[in-house]
């Protein structure tokens, strides 16, 4: 492989994350659980959003049953909690600064895929709504998979599904979960810190670059992310 070529051979994709990285439903998300927890009786924490991103739905209605005593089966909760957040979105959904730009710029040199926590309505609902889905060879949710992020499996699968190889690959995410996920899966991974919930400093250390907004992103930058890789290895 040669980096200085600008396009990369067909081993080489480029893996966003949807919540938090090219939208701002992370918000979206407390609003909704906090809202549903209360009313069905169970309780609140103030970190109870940031211990779920990147939890699988399964696992985060099992937390909502178990840590926040709401008193519904675990698939109950998740049916409901995802259909609400469908609703919110439909209303509109909140798109970063920058985020429809800089598809457009890496796509035009990158094959694309996402791989996200959201379940798949609510992924599907996010690119009906923005017209993203043009851009993306692939979409992954992790219930697809069998562990969600900080495990690798959600990336891994993305790159499988897309035939990319993770060592000549980058991810774009902005969370510590994220992070590590797309880290163990062996990706180049670009950071930009969700404001609200921003990622530990373990998890930033693992970034091979971290920028301060989708303003920054663009191919070149991911050409010199990939090529101090490759360099290193030499």
Not at 3 to 25: H, K, M, N, Q, Y
Not at 175 to 197: C, D, Q, V, Y
């Given at each position: 492989?040669?980096?200085?070529?600008?396009?990369?051979?067909?081993?080489?994709?480029?893996?966003?994350?949807?919540?938090?990285?090219?939208?701002?439903?992370?918000?979206?998300?407390?609003?909704?659980?906090?809202?549903?927890?209360?009313?069905?009786?169970?309780r609140?924490?103030?970190d109870?959003?940031?211990?779920?991103?990147?939890?699988?739905?399964?696992?985060?209605?099992?937390?909502?049953?178990?840590?926040?005593?709401?008193?519904?089966?675990?698939?109950?909760?998740?049916?409901?909690?995802?259909d609400?957040?469908?609703?919110?979105?439909?209303?509109?959904?909140?798109?970063?600064?920058?985020?429809?730009?800089?598809?457009?710029?890496?796509?035009g040199?990158?094959?694309?895929?996402?791989?996200?926590?959201?379940?798949?309505?609510?992924?599907?609902?996010?690119?009906?709504?923005?017209?993203?889905?043009?851009?993306?060879?692939?979409?992954?949710?992790?219930?697809?998979?069998?562990?969600?992020?900080?495990?690798?499996?959600?990336?891994?699968?993305?790159?499988?599904?897309?035939?990319?190889?993770?060592?000549?690959s980058?991810?774009?995410?902005?969370?510590?979960?994220?992070?590590?996920?797309?880290?163990?899966?062996?990706?180049?991974?670009?950071?930009?810190?969700?404001?609200?919930?921003?990622p530990?400093?373990?998890?930033?250390?693992?970034?091979?670059?971290?920028?301060?907004?989708?303003?920054?992103?663009d191919?070149?930058?991911?050409?010199?992310?990939?090529?101090?890789?490759?360099?290193?290895?030499?």
């Open positions: 492989m040669d980096p200085s070529a600008g396009r990369f051979e067909s081993a080489a994709a480029v893996i966003f994350d949807l919540d938090g990285t090219l939208v701002e439903t992370e918000q979206i998300w407390r609003d909704v659980r906090r809202q549903f927890a209360v009313q069905r009786g169970g609140w924490r103030d109870a959003q940031e211990t779920m991103i990147g939890m699988r739905t399964a696992e985060w209605a099992r937390y909502m049953r178990d840590d926040l005593a709401v008193p519904l089966p675990a698939e109950e909760i998740a049916r409901l909690v995802v609400g957040v469908v609703a919110r979105l439909r209303k509109g959904v909140p798109i970063l600064p920058g985020a429809e730009a800089a598809l457009q710029r890496v796509a040199a990158f094959r694309l895929g996402l791989a996200t926590s959201a379940a798949r309505p609510v992924a599907e609902t996010v690119l009906a709504q923005t017209g993203w889905a043009k851009y993306f060879q692939t979409v992954v949710s992790a219930d697809e998979v069998a562990r969600g992020k900080p495990a690798p499996d959600v990336y891994l699968r993305a790159l499988a599904t897309i035939r990319a190889e993770g060592s000549h980058a991810a774009v995410e902005d969370s510590s979960n994220g992070i590590r996920s797309a880290h163990a899966a062996g990706l180049a991974t670009i950071a930009i810190p969700n404001r609200e919930f921003l530990d400093a373990a998890a930033l250390a693992l970034a091979a670059r971290t920028l301060p907004a989708l303003s920054a992103l191919a070149a930058v991911i050409v010199s992310v990939l090529r101090s890789r490759y360099e290193a290895r030499s």
